[in-house]
C-alpha cells in the first residue's frame, strides 16, 4: 500500500492567481494521477504524470493551464493557473500500484476560487 | 471506448446484502474492473477489482459475466458505515488505455 499525502488541503484564491498543489508519496512510484472531482460529481482524469517524462494530459485539459511537475518517484506537483471559478473544485492525487493495479489517493485539495 | 453506467442511488437497512451493478460496454480486452468507495472529504478507496468470473475478498465480492459487459459488486451484510459513494471503474493505467470512471453510486443505509 501507499500513503499520499496532499498540501494545501484547502485553500481559496482569487480569480487570475495560481496555486501549487504539492503530492507526496511515502515510497517510490512510477506511476501517478491527477484528478479533478466536483461535488457531488465523480472524478475527471486530468494527467498522468510519470517520472522522467512529460505528463500526459486528458482531452480538454492543456499543460499551459495546469502544469505538473514529477521530479522524483515520491513527489508531485500541480499548478491551477489563473484562475477562475469554474475552477472551484477538489483536486486529488493517486498512485497506481504495479502489481495490483489498484490506485491510492490522497485527501484532496479543496480549492475555491473567488 | 468504454462507457460507465451505474444507477445514481440506492437504499438498503443494514445486515441485508447489496448489490450494485455496473455496465460497461465496449470493455477492452485488457481492462480490469475496479471499485472504490469514497466517504465524504476522503478519496476514493479500493475495496475489489476483478477481470472475469468472481473475486471475493474480506469484504465484498466482485461477479463478472463472460461478456464483461457488465460487473457487480456485492456488499454482504451492510451496516451503517457502508453509506459513502461507489464508483466502477474500467481500465488500468499501466495499460495505456483510459481510465474510464462511473458516475458514482450513492448507497445510503438504514438502521
Redesign the interface.
Known sequence: SAV?SQKPSRDICQRGTSLTIQCQVDSQVT?M?WYRQQPG?????IA?ANQGSEATY?SGFVIDKFPISRPNLTFSTLTVSNMSPEDSSIY?C?V?D?R?????????TRLTVT | LAKTTQPISMDSYEGQEVNITCSHNNIATNDYITWYQQFPSQGPRFIIQGYKTKVTNEVASLFIPADRKSSTLSLPRVSLSDTAVYYCLVGVGYSNYQLIWGAGTKLIIKP
Open positions: 499520499i506511476m494521477f460529481q465523480s472524478l475527471t482524469l498522468t486528458e486529488l493517486s497506481e504495479p495490483s493495479y489498484e490506485q491510492y489517493f490522497g485527501p484532496g
